[in-house]
């Protein structure tokens, strides 16, 4: 095993070899992260010098070949946790630039910036990432690290309109879930935005069933509702106005709203703007 990471070294990388010439950039993907993962998986069976490890992070962090980057990051993650680094904010920008956004999170929450570990998430070109969010927010809540929480604060004040145009439910489930996230400190957040304000309090107040389903299939906010209005019987039977959501119609049946008013009264403010026809 020694004698093939040897062979790769001197193959992939300049350092051992101008022979590295001869490889395409997804072959010298695929090759170093094949050589530092045996050697991240099999030390000390397999030795490499201090100068040998650096040069072939180096090659990792730097080769351009998107086809290779989860392999090239695999093996980067692997000799991070076999050799720390003494300095990890050293690496912030160079794991940023190679598209390593898993090593990146490490990076932030070893730093204990929570708020920026949850951000790559959001910066990560897979959508399935953006998504992840909201189970990262959960687990991170369930440490009960007081730096945590203050983290995911912060990044849910200053990523709303994101998370929103994410996925709005999965983003209301989620503050209703981590108690130091608010929906009134949310709300206010997003009233520059009036349209993102109207998804996040259309989910809050008048979920859809199917609207996971609907959202993990679009990345756009819709600026219409096509849903009709719930069936709440004639008008003229009940003597009430019909309201375009469940949340504020006074059958004697239903529970009274766990949210303020004005969370309703600007509900129906956006709905006649963005949606006039379920009014």
Known sequence: MQLVVDTLFVLTTPVGSDSSGVLTKRQNGLLSSFALTLYATRFPLIYLTDEVVAAW?????????????????????????LNPPQSYADYIEPTRRAGFFRVLESIYCTLGQYDLAL??????????????????????AASKLPTALEGIAKFARGSAVELVETDAEAFVRTVEAV????????????????????AYL??????????????????????????????????????????????????????????????????????????????
């Open 179 to 198: 108690s130091t996230l608010n929906h009134n400190v949310i709300v206010a957040t997003l009233a520059n935005h009036p349209q993102v304000q109207f």
């Open 57 to 81: 992070t180096d090659n990792l962090l730097q080769l351009d070949d998107p086809s290779t980057r989860v392999e090239r990051e695999q093996a980067f993650e692997l000799l991070f946790q």
């Open 202 to 279: 259309r989910s809050l107040l008048d979920p859809s069933p199917d609207a996971a389903a609907r959202s993990a299939s679009r990345q756009n906010l819709l600026a219409t509702d096509e849903r009709a209005p719930p069936n709440i019987g004639l008008a003229d039977e009940q003597h009430i106005v019909v309201y375009p959501f469940r949340s504020l119609v006074p059958n004697s049946d239903q529970r009274s709203s766990k949210h303020p008013q004005e969370f309703h009264e600007r509900y129906l403010e956006l709905l006649c703007q963005y949606n006039p026809g379920n009014v």
């Open 119 to 140: 951000q790559t998430h959001l910066d990560h070109p897979d959508y399935v990432q953006h998504r992840a969010v909201f189970l990262t927010i959960k687990e991170l």
